[in-house]
């Protein structure tokens, strides 16, 4: 199906294990980004990539890492969970032809870090 | 440094009535606004995309306006259903590919 989903859903797990967040788009979109929605933060910008192999830091990109060797996936890394990256990640895509346009989210994928 | 902020929170309005939600950026050289929809648990759904030559844009019961100069927009929703309870959200594209959420309005259609 056409769209933007995220894997997985739902997940609880330790301080300090590595945790990955998965990010599929199938409409060609350029740009794809990674938020965190918290309580009295509202959406903050984790990263961002602009096209495939291009990867940029957003607002608040410490503790995570992102790839993206394909254009259809961004992967986003926890490499030590900790238990303020306790939240809902959103992956949203953007634009053809290297212009950003109307944003498309995906469900999120709520993390529970013990 | 953009910010986005959105005032009221939170709103309570009978339905039935008009209403307006206020977005305000503090850098007026933006790419595009748009204006969000999010129900509880759920993402984001994209209401209305105003590019930054436009002034306004329409769809349904909603208009979005936007005024670069003083750096606003505004989402204006006509004759309130209890079904657009949700919380709003604008976003801004600042041209250097990172767009910025504001922290929503929190809107509920009271039946």
């Known amino acids: 199906d056409a769209g933007i989903t995220q894997s997985p859903r739902y997940k609880i797990t330790e301080t300090g294990r590595q945790v990955t967040l998965m990010c599929h788009q199938t409409w060609s979109h350029s740009y794809m980004f990674w938020y965190r929605q918290d309580l009295g933060h509202g959406l903050r910008l984790i990263y961002y990539?602009?096209?495939?192999?291009?990867?940029d830091k957003g607002e608040v990109p410490d503790g995570y890492v992102v790839s993206r060797s394909k254009t259809e996936n961004f992967p986003l890394t926890l490499e030590s969970a900790t238990r303020s990256q306790t939240s809902v990640y959103f992956c949203?895509?953007?634009?053809?032809?290297?212009?950003?346009?109307?944003?498309?989210f995906g469900e999120g994928s709520r993390l529970t870090v013990l | 440094k953009q910010e986005v902020t959105q005032i009221p929170a939170a709103l309570s309005v009978p339905e039935g009535e008009n209403l307006v939600l206020n977005c305000s950026f503090t850098d007026s050289a933006i790419y595009n606004l748009q204006w969000f929809r999010q129900d509880p648990g759920k993402g984001l759904t994209s209401l209305l995309l105003?590019?930054?030559?436009?002034r306004e844009q329409t769809s349904g019961r909603l208009n979005a306006s936007l005024d670069k100069s003083s750096g606003r927009s505004t989402l204006y929703i006509a004759a309130s259903q209890p079904g657009d309870s949700a919380t709003y959200l604008c976003?801004?594209?600042?041209?250097?590919?990172?767009?910025?959420f504001g922290k929503g309005t929190r809107l509920h259609i009271l039946p």
């Open positions: 990539s602009a096209a495939a192999d291009i990867t």
């Open positions: 976003a801004v594209d600042r041209r250097d590919d990172k767009i910025i």
């Open positions: 949203a895509s953007s634009g053809l032809a290297g212009v950003t346009g109307e944003l498309f």
């Open positions: 105003i590019q930054s030559s436009q």
